[in-house]
Nanobody
Framework: QVQLVESGGGLVQPGGSLRLSCAAS????????WGWYRQAPGKQRELVAT???????NYAESMKGRFTISRDNAKPTVYLQMNSLKPEDTAVYYC??????????WGQGTQVTVSS
């Protein structure tokens, strides 16, 4: 069983920044793709960004230019740098990994609140 541990959420003012982290309890060589998703109250979970094991990235349109996904090749950790945050970015952010042989996994989620 693979576990994902997220951190870095919190309360930030509009225009501010946050950096989310997600550490996986498996080898980086097991992971095909990392992803960040979010779910706002009353809405469906949506894609934020993904990064593959060859560092190919994909972003939701509304996050392009504001959010950056990256990974640490020295350890199984993915990051989401979020800049120019808006109130509509308020949501629970979830980390996801797709592995070669062990299936897909989700983190427990971390709350991000953008409010003045």
């Amino acid at each position: 069983q693979v576990q994902l541990v997220e951190s870095g959420g919190g309360l930030v003012q509009p225009g501010g920044s946050l950096r989310l982290s997600c550490a996986a309890s498996t080898s980086i060589f097991d992971i095909v793709r990392w992803g960040w998703y979010r779910q706002a109250p009353g809405k469906q979970r949506e894609l934020v960004a993904t990064i593959t094991n060859v560092d190919s990235t994909n972003y939701a349109e509304s996050m392009k230019g504001r959010f950056t996904i990256s990974r640490d090749n020295a350890k199984p950790t993915v990051y989401l740098q979020m800049n120019s945050l808006k109130p509509e970015d308020t949501a629970v952010y979830y980390c996801n990994i797709v592995t070669y042989l062990k299936g897909d996994y989700w983190g427990q989620g971390t709350q991000v609140t953008v409010s003045s």
